[in-house]
């Protein structure tokens, strides 16, 4: 995958109360590329979407921005919700390095969305709020794939009015929840306010400012976290534990940091005691020009990290979502196992405790 310098893609996660929007944003990232005919510069993982930077630039209108970024694009995780997000961990936190919280500007957040705010603050994950469904208010003149404020200055003053009126009571909701909010493009700190974006999912309108911000955040906040190391034993979570035909029980995986092998042994966790076993095929989605194969699958050797890979081997029939996945050898396996052992245990606890 494509890499700049030692920086691997941030890992996104969308939340929010069902039906606000979640699958219809993830949709709009992955289609409306598909859509400029960018097709070949997506990259479909198992399990989540990697958008490179050079097309996030380009959707954004400004290519001249290249530059300015280190990071080498974005990986949505495909997987939407709450569960996904708070069962989701690495070594050091959360397994997404930066979240999406949608709410339905007309509806406002529910309580569920309320627990996902206090969850990043608690991680202290950077975040950007979108305020989804804008198309909805009566009058509004849809202006599809534009950014916000062009798309805001085509409507006439009394959907403006009533826009401006929806958009400030989630910045009071915000408020008493203890964040201090703006719209986004009237923020000069991202460390002090969190910036909501008005967008719709259905027509576009926003998207491009989504990408941006959030490449902005990962920019501003993250360089430390984002630094991985090719040369390491991989390691990663597990985001589903899925049957498969002709592979029997297989994991779907995202590696976040080092190279993980086809014959590497890994240790998985469980709700019982970690698995330990051997990788029999790593798998990536066929891409879809190639409709004429049967498989649905393409084998590799090694993937590298981020990315979303799942993993074929025996005896993973009792491995568990959101738990830890790493490489091991005859010298390290049984400290790992310890240690996956443990890790799963404070994953449950704080699971249990929410
Ligand atoms: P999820 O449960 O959060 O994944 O929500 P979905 O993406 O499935 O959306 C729930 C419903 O709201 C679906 O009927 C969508 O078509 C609709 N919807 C989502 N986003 C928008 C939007 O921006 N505008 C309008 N008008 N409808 C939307």
Not at 43 to 67: F, M, S, W, Y
Request: with cysteine.
């Amino acid at each position: 995958m494509a890499v700049k310098g030692n920086l691997r893609t941030p890992i996104v996660s969308v939340m929010g109360h069902v039906d606000h929007g979640k699958t219809t944003l993830l949709d709009k990232i992955r289609g409306s590329t598909v859509a400029d005919g960018e097709a070949g510069a997506i990259t479909q993982h198992i399990g989540a979407t990697e958008v490179p930077i050079d097309v996030i630039v380009n959707k954004c209108g400004n290519p001249a921005l290249r530059d300015k970024f280190i990071v080498p694009g974005l990986l949505f995780i495909d997987t939407p919700g709450h569960h996904a997000f708070t069962s989701l961990r690495s070594r050091g936190g959360a397994l997404a390095d930066l979240a999406i919280v949608i709410v339905d500007i007309n509806e406002g957040f529910k309580p569920q969305t309320i627990e996902s705010l206090q969850i990043l603050k608690r991680f202290k994950t950077p975040f950007v709020v979108v305020a989804n469904k804008i198309d909805r208010i009566h009058g509004w003149n849809p202006q599809r794939n534009m950014p916000f404020v062009a798309s805001y200055n085509k409507q006439n003053e009394r959907v403006k009015s009533e826009l401006d009126r929806k958009f400030y009571e989630i910045v009071g909701e915000l408020y008493n929840l203890g964040f201090n909010s703006e719209r986004h493009d009237r923020i000069n700190d991202f460390q002090r306010n969190v910036g909501i974006i008005p967008i719709s999912a259905m027509t576009g309108e926003g998207i491009p400012d989504v990408l941006m911000v959030l490449l902005g955040l990962a920019q501003k906040f993250l360089e430390a976290n984002l630094h991985y190391d090719a040369n390491i034993p991989g390691v990663g979570t597990v985001l589903e534990v899925k049957e498969e035909k002709g592979l029997g029980t297989t994991i779907d995986v995202i590696l976040y940091d080092g190279t993980l092998r086809k014959g590497d042994t890994i240790v998985v966790g469980s709700l019982g005691k970690p698995i330990q076993t051997k990788v029999r095929a790593l798998l990536k989605p066929r891409p879809l020009t190639e409709i004429k194969s049967e498989e649905k699958f393409e084998q590799v050797s090694s993937v590298t990290a981020a990315i979303g890979v799942k993993i074929s081997a025996p005896g993973l029939e009792s491995a568990l979502a959101g738990s830890p996945v790493r490489i091991a050898t005859p010298e390290t396996i049984d400290a790992i196992t310890q240690e996956v052992q443990s890790e799963i245990e404070d994953v449950q606890i704080d699971t249990d405790s929410m």
